[in-house]
């Protein structure tokens, strides 16, 4: 059986929109009780039960990345719930302007 891949932005866009992918997250979020796990390892509790926008900012991260370990894209052990702050954290998207913040202290 060939491995799927997913490596192109097009692939991993088809495969977020995938039911089986829909239907996974769902259960995530279900066992990880809506609460942000990254968030819980720090000691706070984010979750988003009461947001009106139900589940909206919370979502399933790939601990292992999808591009680089497709055949984990589906596995439990590899999936956790993440809010959008804690997500976006992850993948640096806001590594320039978290770079000059207190907290990088703690590794000096
Ligand atoms: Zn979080």
New binding site residues.
């Given amino acids: 059986m060939p491995l799927i891949e997913y490596r192109t932005k097009e692939q991993q866009k088809k495969f977020y929109r995938s039911p089986g992918w829909i239907a996974k997250t769902k259960e995530i979020k279900h066992r990880d009780n809506y609460e ?1 796990q ?2 819980k390892r720090q000691g706070k509790v ?1 979750t988003d039960k009461h947001d009106p926008d139900k589940h909206k900012r919370l979502d399933v991260d790939h601990i292992k990345e999808l591009e680089d370990y497709p055949e984990l894209a589906l596995d439990d052990d590899n999936l956790e719930t ?2 959008v ?2 997500h976006n954290k992850k993948h640096n998207r806001f590594k320039h302007q978290y770079k000059k913040h207190k907290w990088d202290d703690e590794w000096w």
């Fill in positions: 942000c990254e968030c984010y993440l809010c702050r804690c």
